[in-house]
């Protein structure tokens, strides 16, 4: 176990450290497979008692997964990120508390089925994963690719027969059964979407008239989620809208959004139904000041408790009621998505206990 330096903000009682040592980077075996970490029995047995008490119903997982610093919690030898982009599925699936993936960067380009295909092929069946809809149509504005810096607007923002065509179809083509949810995370909206509720509702009722009927029948059948980083877009209208469809509220977690307790109303305005979560971001963080603040993202650097007890409680209340939950975490949200994950499995199993 590596040793807490006077100073360090104080870590979950973690049952992997990452490892102390560096070590040469490894590349993946003649199979193409990489090797996992050795999980403890510990961890082992808190998956088993989440299965036997909720059974497939709850997946837990990271957003993307090709990060190097999670040598000794995710893989068992040091990785190149290029290897883990790669090929890393092969090892994070065989984490037991690893049910699914947040596949973030098919939010930065529309990915192709070929693509798709790829990563289904290196998981198992059971595995699913969380895919953001690009921002080719969740951005309401084109930006400089190199500074996000915005440039006018996009003519394929909502557009329902792209949505279809570029983002859907290759997903169901190349993930098949192992698509488990489609957030269309709406980036922030400028002025004149924000100030007409009418255009904005109006154009998402277009788009879900164009998704939702695309989808498989059956026990396949993905979930379709929204997610938005403008607080003031939470409203019984959106509720209604979402309901009418079918489509799931997504609690995004971020420092731009509401906490998890305050996007209550929501989820309660569409209940029964599935949780779909992404916990983002920490309070008062910023995606890049948190990267190069906690970077390798192999220990907690700030734990969050009071959103991991929050977030627990509507997990727990969510599986007793007979629904799944889907919660995807990022390493910004406490310093490092594995080990948020082992804290969060304990809290939804006290949590459950105590119920």
């Known amino acids: 176990m590596t040793r807490r330096r006077s100073g360090d903000a104080p870590a979950m009682p973690s049952l992997f450290d990452a490892a ?6 490894a ?4 199979t193409g497979q990489l090797q996992p970490a050795l999980a403890p029995a510990e ?5 088993n008692a989440l299965h036997q008490r909720f059974g497939g119903r709850l997946r837990l997982g990271t957003s993307s997964w090709s990060f190097p610093g ?3 919690l995710v893989w068992g030898r040091a990785y190149g990120r290029p290897t883990l982009a790669r090929r890393g599925l092969t090892a994070y699936h065989q984490h037991p508390l690893l049910r699914t993936v947040s596949l973030d960067r098919a939010f930065y380009r529309p990915l192709q089925a070929a693509t798709y295909a790829g990563l289904a092929e290196q998981v198992p069946a059971d595995f699913r994963f969380v895919v953001k809809a690009p921002a080719l149509v969740t951005d309401a504005t084109l930006r400089e690719a190199a500074t996000g810096k915005a440039l006018h607007a996009n003519p394929a923002f909502l557009d329902p027969q792209r949505s ?6 290759p997903a169901l083509q190349g993930l098949g059964p192992a698509l488990g949810v489609l957030v269309f995370q709406l980036s922030p909206l400028p002025v004149d979407w924000l100030r007409d509720e009418a255009r904005l509702h109006g154009a998402l009722d277009a788009l879900w008239q164009a998704v939702m009927p695309a989808l498989p029948i059956g026990d396949h059948r993905p979930l379709v989620a929204l997610e938005v980083r403008d607080a003031e877009l939470m ?9 009418r469809h079918g489509v799931r509220w997504c609690a995004g977690l971020h420092d731009r959004m509401p906490t998890m307790t305050e996007q209550l109303p929501m989820l309660r305005a569409m209940w029964p139904g599935p949780l779909v979560c992404r916990w983002n971001l920490q309070k008062g963080q910023r995606y890049a000041q948190a990267k190069d603040a906690w970077a390798p993202f192999n220990r907690l650097q700030a734990p969050d408790e009071a959103t991991r007890e929050a977030l627990a409680r509507v997990i727990a209340g969510t599986l007793a009621a007979g629904e799944t939950a889907w919660v995807t975490i990022n390493n910004k949200a406490e310093g490092s998505a594995p080990l ?3 804290a969060l499995a304990q809290a939804v199993l006290r949590q459950s206990d105590a119920a």
């Not at 102390?20 to 980077?25: E, G, I, N, T």
């Not at 961890?43 to 998956?47: R, S, T, Y």
């Open 20 to 25: 102390a040592l560096p070590a040469p980077c």
């Open 27 to 30: 590349a993946a075996d003649s």
């Open 43 to 47: 961890v082992q047995a808190l998956a």
């Open 70 to 72: 999670w040598h000794g």
């Open 164 to 169: 279809v065509a570029e983002v859907l179809q």
């Open 235 to 243: 409203t019984p209208a959106l509720a209604q809208l979402l309901r």
């Open 340 to 342: 948020s994950v082992l």
